[in-house]
């Protein structure tokens, strides 16, 4: 009815305007008159308004790593590699804002491809007929859902940050422009990176290597790169973790870590890369951390098991709010880590989780439930009825809802997000792209560039190694061995003798033996810890499980083992393969000491085993690369 009153007002003015063009008189202004008055109704019709249900649905972000038709939901371990007509019926359904990929759903390119686009259809017979957000962890290095051996994954943040004194942003802006373009190519739109995270605790069990480093400065100045890498190429970011997961021993996957930094302190340090981004870049979004900061919010809540409580800041109305939006002046899309982490889950029902995060400020809810079967969509269509109900009932603003609903929109709208994504065309251009030469040749640049030489006593590098001499290679699995004995093979001009101790377990007598006989010893150690997924192989069947070594007896072993080599002087090479602040501990007892920020590994379709930072490794062991790289932390 508005409208029809709108134009009926307006009618006399166009006819008006028209006559003008019409009869050839005030052409120019006619028209800018004419465009002026249908403005208005150019934006009604672009902008349609969310009804509550709607704005809401655009909120969440759901996961869909695995779906079964039958059992439970705990034992449910069925990749969605295609979209299940059950869960597209429920983006349809809930007008839901996006969805998270996991490795899972990433097996190949054209999967991947056929996925995206089955998830954008689906979001295409939704209500508001709003494109979906189709978001991935593609950091880079440590942390990359696609198959490493199909899209470029680089060495992470920390060998960026090795390279900043020589070639500054140059690697920031590279990586995340060929990320970008991989990701863009796939129908991939959103990045949870980069991390700006400042590493300031050497014990940090889940940053470490993914950020830039420790100085503040420096992590700004590359997060602003990558930020403007990725979204010139198409790919929204995520700055994380807001407000600083730095300096944390406590992974926020398995607990509630808390930061006890001075005001002043978390200021300067943890809240300076962000301050930066903001004003130089304006990300798309900002990612929140389940982080305790008493010195910028010491409100409580009251957990599921009854316990008072210090607010995270992914809940607190002052972190996010008062000081994101407000001090920062921050007006992008916030949303949370995955709020099925223990830093979350332990102490709030999921309801109550996705209520308390809008409630503080935040917009877009990241995994608020779990979906594995067709019954947990009962869940889904519960969250929704309870969500509307807290609106209704002013536990949620009705207002602020719609204002978060419309950053949401704008976002899409502003990267030209659609629904229309074509496999065929789309397939032809990606194959193109992911993982091209031009890629890789990057990677590999990267790769090297950032190799660290720390110690080098008595021209013990570059190594001079005639035909038949032996290498003995200590490394944290046999598949690391593999990898590195490849690369050296690979590089030399000699034919060398190989032998392995993998940590995992190994003979102490025989490995006594190999060192004792070797000319060069190369061991290799990665810190923190190694998960699950990360560690080896099948390869690392063939140790011998009488010598099986646990994870807390690792360290000791190689410590044993490079005693070993000192008694018997052998020239000993330290490689920290992952974060250097290891150096501390083993570096003493070698002649020279290497950091490569990274050891990923990749299998060939021969089966062979190979990296670009092992590859890059050799180079420089070997003396057909310099290591360029500095250190981007302090070892203490």
């Not at 997000?417 to 496999?423: C, E, R, Y």
């Given at each position: ?407 949401i929109t704008a976002l899409k709208n502003k990267f ?34 950032a190799i660290t030489e720390v110690k080098n006593n ?179």
């Open positions: 009815m508005q409208l029809y009153t709108k134009i009926d007002k307006l009618l006399p003015l166009i006819y008006l305007a028209l006559e003008c063009v019409l009869l050839n008189k005030c052409f120019i202004s006619s028209v800018v008159f004419l465009s002026g008055c249908l403005m208005p109704l150019q934006s009604s019709f672009a902008k349609p308004t969310l009804s509550l249900e709607q704005q809401l649905g655009q909120k969440l972000i759901l996961d869909l790593r695995y779906f079964c038709q039958q059992g439970s939901s705990k034992q449910c371990r069925t990749p969605v590699t295609t979209l299940p007509d059950e869960l597209a019926a429920a983006i349809a359904k809930h007008n839901i804002g996006g969805v998270i990929l996991f490795s899972e759903n990433t097996q190949s390119i054209e999967q991947t491809i056929t996925l995206n686009s089955q998830l954008q259809a689906a979001a295409s017979k939704s209500s508001s007929k709003l494109p979906l957000f189709i978001s991935i962890d593609q950091e880079g290095g440590r942390v990359a859902r696609l198959p490493r051996d199909v899209a470029t994954s680089f060495t992470g943040n920390m060998s960026i940050g090795a390279t900043y004194k020589k070639y500054g942003t140059q690697y920031a802006t590279q990586t995340a422009t060929v990320i970008a373009k991989e990701l863009n190519s796939l129908g991939i739109n959103v990045n949870y990176a980069p991390t700006v995270d400042v590493n300031m605790n050497p014990d940090n069990p889940v940053i470490n290597v993914r950020s830039f480093g420790e100085n503040p400065a420096l992590v700004s100045k590359l997060g602003a790169a990558q930020v403007a890498g990725f979204e010139s190429n198409g790919v929204i970011t995520s700055l994380k973790h807001f407000p600083g997961h730095g300096d944390t021993n406590v992974d926020s996957h398995t607990g509630l870590p808390q930061v006890n930094h001075s005001k002043e302190d978390i200021y300067q340090q943890d809240l300076a890369p962000f301050k930066h981004i903001i004003a130089t870049q304006n990300p798309g979004m900002i990612m929140t951390a389940h982080i305790q900061y008493p010195q910028l919010d010491n409100s409580t809540f009251v957990s599921v098991d009854g316990k008072s409580m210090i607010k995270p800041a992914t809940m607190s109305r002052t972190i996010i709010t008062d000081i994101l939006r407000g001090e920062l002046n921050y007006q992008g899309v916030v949303v949370t880590d995955a709020l099925d982490m223990a830093g979350i889950s332990h102490f709030f029902t999921p309801t109550q989780a996705v209520i308390n995060t809008f409630a503080a400020g935040v917009d877009l809810a990241l995994m608020p439930i779990e979906i594995r079967t067709p019954a947990d969509l009962n869940a889904l269509d519960k969250l929704m009825d309870e969500l509307v109900a807290s609106v209704n009932n002013k536990q949620l603003s009705k207002d602020e809802v719609a204002q978060s609903a419309a950053r030209k997000l659609t629904t229309q994504l074509d496999p065929l065309s789309t397939l032809a251009k990606a194959k193109d792209i992911i993982g091209s030469q031009a890629h890789r040749k990057i990677e590999a640049e990267l790769a090297v560039n008595n021209n013990a590098l570059p190594l001079n190694l005639s035909k038949g001499q032996h290498i003995h290679i200590i490394m944290p699995d046999t598949r690391k061995c593999m990898a590195m004995q490849q690369a050296l093979s690979v590089i030399s001009t000699a034919a060398l003798k190989y032998s392995c101790s993998s940590l995992q377990g190994f003979d102490p007598v025989k490995a006594h033996s190999l060192i004792k006989n070797a000319d060069v010893v190369i061991a290799g150690n990665a810190t923190p810890n190694q998960s699950a997924v990360e560690i080896g192989g099948m390869d690392d069947l063939k140790d011998d499980p009488r010598f099986a070594l646990n994870t807390a007896e690792q360290p000791k072993a190689l410590s044993s083992l490079l005693d070993i080599a000192a008694s018997v002087n052998k020239k000993t090479i330290f490689i920290s393969l992952r974060a250097p602040y290891d150096i501390a501990q083993f570096g003493s007892r070698a002649n020279a000491v290497l950091a490569s920020y990274a050891y990923n590994i990749d299998t060939d379709k021969n089966n062979a085993v190979a990296g670009p930072a092992f590859t890059a490794l050799a180079k420089v062991l070997l003396g057909n690369a310099h290591a360029h790289g500095v250190l981007p932390v302090t070892i203490k």
